[in-house]
Nanobody, 117 residues
Framework: QVQLVESGGGFVQPGGSLRLSCAAS????????MNWYRQVPGKERELVAA????????NYADSVKGRFTISRDNAKNTVYLQMNSLKPEDTAVYSC??????????WGQGTQVTVSS
């Protein structure tokens, strides 16, 4: 059974940090590019960060460049999103997916991140 499970969300004050994890099972993780998204109710889902299957290339939305870092550990079948200098506008449900090219193979249910004082 293919499954992606996100964890690490929570409540944090502005300027704080969180590290999200997305653990994969049921797929050959090292073959898939991985993406992190976020969504706020009433708004379109936003691609936040992407990483290639080997981890040698990453991309970020302009809104998070310099603050967020995506990484992966293929031995642990896990992709991470380190989020620093968090802002209230980063509040959203964060989710991950696994892709080969444009084909979306698996996706998770998401984890809530709330940034507020």
């Amino acid at each position: 059974q293919v499954q992606l499970v996100e964890s690490g969300g929570g409540f944090v004050q502005p300027g704080g940090s969180l590290r999200l994890s997305c653990a994969a099972s049921g797929i050959t993780f090292r073959k898939y590019a991985m993406n992190w998204y976020r969504q706020v109710p009433g708004k379109e889902r936003e691609l936040v960060a992407a990483i290639t299957s080997s981890g040698d290339s990453t991309n970020y939305a302009d809104s998070v460049k310099g603050r967020f870092t995506i990484s992966r550990d293929n031995a642990k079948n896990t992709v991470y999103l380190q989020m620093n200098s968090l802002k209230p506008e980063d509040t959203a449900v964060y989710s991950c997916d696994a892709r080969i090219g444009s084909l979306r193979v698996a996706w998770g249910q998401g984890t809530q991140v709330t940034v507020s004082s």
